[in-house]
T-cell receptor, first 109, second 113 residues
Framework: GENVEQHPSTLSVQEGDSAVIKCTYS??????FPWYKQELGKGPQLIID?????GEKKDQRIAVTLNKTAKHFSLHITETQPEDSAVYFC????????FGTGTKLQVIP | KAGVTQTPRYLIKTRGQQVTLSCSPI?????VSWYQQTPGQGLQFLFE???????NKGNFPGRFSGRQFSNSRSEMNVSTLELGDSALYLC????????????FGNGTRLTVT
């Protein structure tokens, strides 16, 4: 089955700096890669996604890149703000959704 | 549009008991999937229902079961509870295609004592 590795598990950045979270997947059949943000006491919420026919997608301060050959995809958050502090999950989707293990991002004011 | 609603928010049960959790999806969503979230194991897929049929299943024992009704509402049942079943159980609904994003509820926190 699919295996998704996510790094780092924790990340602390100063407000205004950039944050990068990286994921690798094993199943070349996976063709959809969403990212979710989970705040304390809430369920994960989709923040951005990318399909396998696209290499990069941007939405304001958030961007995702996909390298299908290397089976890597990354989340980039620029100009981080305290409200970006949360746990972030990547996922790879074929028939099922397989999540990475999560990255706890702390943005220090 | 109303979001995904899970009830109850919190449950405390004793080992050996059984429990039923409920999930109301977003209107128009025909797929409902369930996940177990624990600090050590992350988000683990339990099963997915689409139009009242189980479409996919994760690697959980048969004590974990679910069903979906004609209005797309779903229930999950855990029988013979074990201490290790303590977790946050999340339900997510979607349109049901491979590239449909999941919309999660806020979960049911189950504690087994």
């Amino acid at each position: 089955g699919e295996n998704v590795e996510q790094h780092p598990s924790t990340l602390s950045v100063q407000e205004g700096d950039s944050a990068v979270i990286k994921c690798t997947y094993s199943d070349s059949a996976s063709n959809y890669f969403p990212w979710y943000k989970q705040e304390l006491g809430k369920g994960p919420q989709l923040i951005i996604d990318i399909r396998s026919n696209v290499g990069e997608k941007k939405d304001q301060r958030i961007a995702v890149t996909l390298n299908k050959t290397a089976k890597h995809f990354s989340l980039h958050i620029t100009e981080t703000q305290p409200e970006d502090s949360a746990v972030y999950f990547c996922a790879a989707v074929d028939q099922k959704v397989t999540f990475g293990t999560g990255t706890k991002l702390q943005v220090i004011p | 549009k109303a979001g995904v609603t899970q009830t109850p928010r919190y449950l405390i049960k004793t080992r050996g008991q059984q429990v039923t959790l409920s999930c109301s999806p977003i209107s128009g969503h025909r797929s409902v999937s369930w996940y177990q979230q624990t600090p050590g194991q992350g988000l683990q897929f339990l099963f997915e229902y689409f139009s009242e049929t189980q479409r996919n299943k994760g690697n959980f024992p048969g004590r974990f079961s679910g069903r979906q009704f004609s209005n797309s509402r779903s229930e999950m049942n855990v029988s013979t509870l074990e201490l290790g079943d303590s977790a946050l159980y999340l339900c997510a609904s979607s349109l049901g295609t491979t590239d449909s994003p999941l919309h999660f509820g806020n979960g049911t926190r189950l504690t087994v004592t």
